[in-house]
């Protein structure tokens, strides 16, 4: 049975926002002159959002303020959606290779992979479907249709910022951005040029390396990365994954009012692996590859004082394969070889103007229009004879939208959006947000927001193929959602405690079912309703002056409002149950140690609570708990030789992810990786 707390249990959380918030609201009381004095050593900014880097390699100085939240540089006070950003400080002392796992500790947010390097990841946002999250690269959408997104093989190479707004924000991105937009930075560079390599090892035969190069001036900036990531895998056999990439931008300003800027990415995989679909290890020669490349294109041009034009262009296109084939002559029974490949194309664009009418306030009026194609397809053996299916499809999406933003009076600022979009699948849907965040003399700053989101249909949902009929008449899948926050500084701004309680309704999710009205139906239907509500709480504290600590937890309480076609113990929807694979309870708490001009050493404990899940090594596959797990990391690195006009600097660097080697699930049948070290070194040099 689902172990959902008692009635009085939920009562007592769902009242826990607003006693936390008159709690720090106490905080009115201080004296104004403490906190005003931390406001005066970072106008406008916060721990979360100041960009404290001191790479050279790093273009954008960007303290306090957020470009996502609004398409525009705003500072972090006129924001009322929750904002997680990770400058490239915290990118470079985490060590990460993969953005998966700097997302890890992101409040509200849940990352599950079926096994270790290369395995598919999904990332679950206040506990959303794992699609319901919109992944940019300099603006440029790289989700599959319908939402999808395998985080597994982003790599950090050539990232200097990522920004995670939480919450509906359909009203400037469309299709897939329900519970919230993550994007992706890539580096740029100025002044002389500087060249930077790192290269590293560790167990598993894990071998690491990249380069990155960057300059400019102030009519012209640039920079290019490559990296390269191989590993035997923790398995005993065929777990082999290999990771190449590479990004890189250019970017113009002949004159003040004038900016263009060129950005690309690419990534190629391969990665081996012995699983079914279970977590069996079962298949000697069994593995999927893929490529994905992804090309932006931003301009801006100043109309007049009040006026600024935008052109967003961007194309991603990704190839993916699955191939297994025969383990051997005697390899006849069953199903015993596959091969299957797909292309998925999407072509974007969005212009938008900016209006100041006064001073203070910002209308955005903006069209967007999105094509998105796809082809796949599969051959399979089997003792049954061979199987060969297809889809090719294509579909193009137009919108409207219009934003306002303005700021009356001081600390004060409102915010309001609408969103129109005409679809050649689903037709015309509507989408709206609105907010108010106000800061208080005292530093004090309350918000609140609410709004929609939808997420399109897949092909596969909308067109059928392979024996599966799809449904042009699907709806969206949407949300309403709305949170209020608080955040309160404390001891002359060295302490700061934030919370966010927040509620979201998702209606019309799709759902597949083999038993369908009629023998024509679809397979396809708009079925079942969820519930998500939570209180992400968390705190920053520099107590000395190189030592800073972080502290997050996220209390997430899901629900199935319908089970629709669902029955049974493996059901995936199970009415007044909560959604698989998103945890009641998480946290994360770290520290920071970082001397001036010597390195950084960071110890981070990630906590996440039971959650359900459904074992697919039984049939039917039945709901399972899976136990909490604590995963202890350690990064650091140290100055060995530093950096001087013409002479290169020298780091140590080391990471030691799960440092106890703690043995856990996150999901059912794939162990996640134990104990993995890695030691290396990173060294610069200015021309």
């Given amino acids: 049975m689902s172990r959902r707390p008692d009635a009085a249990t939920r009562r007592s959380f769902a009242a826990a926002g607003p006693l936390v918030a008159a709690a720090l609201l106490m905080g009115l009381a201080r004296p104004a002159a403490a906190v005003g004095r931390a406001a005066a050593r970072l106008p406008g900014a916060d721990s979360t959002t100041a960009d404290t880097t001191s790479s050279r390699s790093d273009t954008v100085r960007l303290p306090g303020l957020v470009v996502t939240a609004y398409r525009l540089p705003v500072p972090r006070d006129a924001v009322v959606s929750d904002v997680t950003v990770l400058d490239s400080t915290a990118i470079r002392r985490s060590g990460a290779i993969h953005v998966l796992d700097l997302l890890r500790r992101v409040p509200a947010a849940t990352v599950v992979q079926s096994g270790s390097w290369g395995s598919p990841a999904s990332l679950f946002l206040r506990g959303g479907e794992s699609n319901y999250v919109k992944v940019l690269v300099d603006g440029v959408p790289v989700n599959q249709a319908g939402g999808d997104f395998d985080f597994s093989t982003l790599t950090t190479a050539g990232v200097r910022r ?3 707004v939480r919450g509906p924000t359909s009203v400037l991105y469309g299709s897939d951005a329900v519970t919230g937009v993550i994007q992706i930075f890539t580096k740029r560079g100025e002044g002389p040029p500087r060249l930077t390599v790192r290269a590293g090892a560790g167990t598993f035969g894990s071998l690491d390396g990249s380069v990155h190069v960057g300059g400019g001036t102030h009519v012209v900036r640039y920079g290019a990365s490559m990296s390269r990531f191989s590993t035997d895998g923790t398995l005993p056999f065929n777990d082999q994954y290999g990771n190449t990439s590479a990004a890189g931008s250019i970017r113009l300003q002949p004159d003040s009012g004038t900016r263009a800027t060129l950005t690309g990415r690419y990534e190629a995989f391969t990665a081996h692996f012995p699983t079914d679909g279970s977590g069996r290890i079962v298949d000697r020669n069994q593995y999927r590859d893929g490529r994905s490349l992804v090309l932006g294109l931003s301009a801006t041009r100043s109309l007049g004082r009040k006026v600024t034009a935008h052109l967003q262009a961007g194309t991603h296109e990704s190839w993916s394969g699955l191939h297994d084939a025969p383990d051997g002559p005697a390899d006849t029974s069953g199903y015993y070889a596959t091969a299957s490949t797909g292309r998925q194309t999407r072509r974007d664009l969005d212009v938008r103007v900016d209006v100041r009418p006064a001073d203070g ?10 094509h998105e194609a796809g082809l796949d ?28 933003l303005s700021r009356p009076v001081a600390g004060l600022a409102l915010t309001a959006g609408a969103r129109l979009d005409d679809d050649a699948t689903f037709g015309r849907f509507v989408t709206w947000r609105a907010g108010a965040a106000y800061r208080f003399p005292t530093g004090t700053r309350l918000r609140v927001a609410a709004g929609t989101g939808f997420k399109e249909p897949t092909f596969l949902e909308n067109f059928g193929g392979g024996g599966i009929r799809g449904n042009p008449a699907l709806a969206p899948e949407h949300s309403r959602s709305w949170e209020v926050g608080i955040r309160q500084p404390l001891a002359a701004g060295r302490l700061t405690l934030h919370a966010t309680w927040f509620e979201q309704r998702f209606r019309d999710i799709i759902q597949f079912t083999f038993s369908t009205p009629t023998p024509d139906a679809p397979n396809y239907l708009n079925v079942p309703s969820a519930v998500a509500r939570g209180l992400e709480t968390g ?11 972080q502290g997050s937890y996220t209390y997430l309480d899901t629900e199935a409002l319908d089970t629709g076609f669902d029955i049974g113990p493996d059901a995936t929807f199970v009415r007044g149950s ?8 998480s946290g994360a708490l770290s520290a920071t140690w970082s001397p001036n001009g010597h390195g950084s050493l960071t110890l981070s404990l990630t906590g996440v609570g039971p959650r359900w899940d459904r074992d697919f090594s039984v049939v039917p596959a039945d709901r ?6 604590l995963r202890t990391d350690l990064a650091g690195s140290w100055t060995l030789v530093r950096t001087a006009p013409g002479r290169p600097g020298l780091q140590a660097t080391l990471r030691i992810d799960n440092l106890l080697d703690r043995r856990y699930l996150e999901a059912v049948g794939y162990p996640a990786r134990g104990r993995t070290i890695f030691l290396g070194a990173r060294a610069g040099v200015a021309f």
């Fill in 539 to 549: 705190f920053e504290l520099n107590p000395l002056p190189y030592l800073a600590l």
């Fill in 624 to 629: 399972v708990e899976l136990p909490g797990y």
């Fill in 361 to 370: 306030t910002t209308v955005t009026v903006g069209g967007a229009w999105d």
């Fill in 162 to 164: 990522i920004e995670v």
């Fill in 578 to 585: 909560p959604l698989l694979r998103r945890p009641t309870h």
């Fill in 377 to 404: 397809s599969s051959v399979s053996r089997s003792s049954f004879g061979p199987y060969e299916s297809r889809l090719d499809a294509g579909r193009h999406d137009l919108a409207g939208y219009l934003q306002v």
